[in-house]
T-cell receptor
Framework: GAVVSQHPSRVICKSGTSVKIECRSL??????MFWYRQFPKQSLMLMAT?????????EQGVEKDKFLINHASLTLSTLTVTSAHPEDSSFYIC???????????FGPGTRLTVT | GIQVEQSPPDLILQEGANSTLRCNFS?????LQWFHQNPWGQLINLFY???GTKQNGRLSATTVATERYSLLYISSSQTTDSGVYFC???????????FGTGTQLKVEL
């Protein structure tokens, strides 16, 4: 149990376009999901916390108008990178916290390349 | 914010060898997890261990919360153990995890 999926796994887009990444908890409900960003050879950095039915909370330095987060159900959160630029190229990873626990389970990640 | 340092940063082992990875953190924590990130980027949960000792097969972990460190033991290492090992801690602020610096492990035949 505790499987989290992400879609797409890899995306290439042109500068100025928007990209949506989906994160789903497949076999459990998650009132809270998290979005992370990872640059090559570096650790994961938390971008935002996504709570079902309410606005996301963003970490310091993360532009909320650029990284739009929606958590419409107990199994789905989406991250939209708006007006993407080459510096947004990165590995984006989501996690979901199973209801009633504090343990986070991670999706396989989405590799975004902006040309 | 909390600082989470892991050591060693890099480690090369011969298959069959044992190793200990360390995670030091600078403040009290409510939650500590160990993950293995495989070469494709997937993070795999190893342990949820805010305190005490747990074992799962060839892996075991110990967290001494009062002294602010955790250890991950890998015994009889295999090539499939290669990847990056992260510890991550939550200081109680909304269940948000702060990840450590990671240990890159390579197990050779």
């Amino acid at each position: 149990g505790a499987v989290v999926s992400q879609h797409p796994s890899r995306v290439i887009c042109k500068s100025g376009t928007s990209v949506k990444i989906e994160c789903r908890s497949l076999d459990f409900q998650a009132t809270t999901m998290f979005w992370y960003r990872q640059f090559p050879k570096q650790s994961l950095m938390l971008m935002a916390t996504s709570n079902e039915g309410s606005k996301a909370t963003y970490e310091q330095g993360v532009e909320k108008d650029k990284f739009l987060i929606n958590h419409a159900s107990l199994t789905l959160s989406t991250l939209t990178v708006t007006s993407a630029h080459p510096e947004d190229s990165s590995f984006y990873i989501c996690s979901a916290m199973r209801q009633g626990t504090y343990e986070q389970y991670f999706g396989p990640g989405t590799r975004l390349t902006v040309t | 914010g909390i600082q989470v340092e892991q050591s060693p940063p890099d480690l090369i082992l011969q298959e069959g060898a044992n190793s200990t990875l360390r995670c030091n953190f600078s403040d009290s924590v409510n939650n500590l997890q160990w993950f293995h990130q495989n070469p494709w980027g997937q993070l795999i949960n190893l342990f949820y261990i805010p305190s005490g000792t747990k074992q799962n097969g060839r892996l075991s972990a110990t967290t001494v919360a009062t002294e602010r460190y955790s250890l991950l033991y890998i015994s009889s290492s295999q090539t499939t153990d290669s990847g990056v090992y992260f510890c991550a801690v939550d200081t109680g602020g909304g269940n948000k995890l702060t990840f450590g610096t990671g240990t890159q492990l390579k197990v050779e035949l």
